[in-house]
């Protein structure tokens, strides 16, 4: 190893915005088996269907409607 490195030439990560967060989230089981049967259909993960889902909520500012009984 060197003692020191020259970083002055060095890039930001240009993919910064993308990295993912792990969270911990409750979510009902009916709706964790509906995205598992959806993405098995798809062929990639219920994690990455589920990201897919809420990353087009945001890009298209969708606001949930809903009414307590």
């Known amino acids: 190893m060197k003692d020191n490195y020259d970083f002055s030439k060095g890039v930001k990560n240009p993919y910064v915005k993308k990295l993912k967060k792990q969270i911990t989230i409750r979510i009902d089981v009916d709706s964790v088996d509906y995205f598992k049967e959806q993405a098995t259909e798809i062929g990639i993960s219920?994690?990455?269907?589920?990201?897919?889902?809420?990353?087009?909520?945001?890009?298209?500012?969708?606001?949930?409607?809903?009414?307590?009984?």
């Open 46 to 69: 219920y994690q990455n269907l589920i990201n897919l889902y809420l990353r087009d909520c945001v890009d298209k500012k969708r606001k949930l409607t809903f009414a307590w009984d």
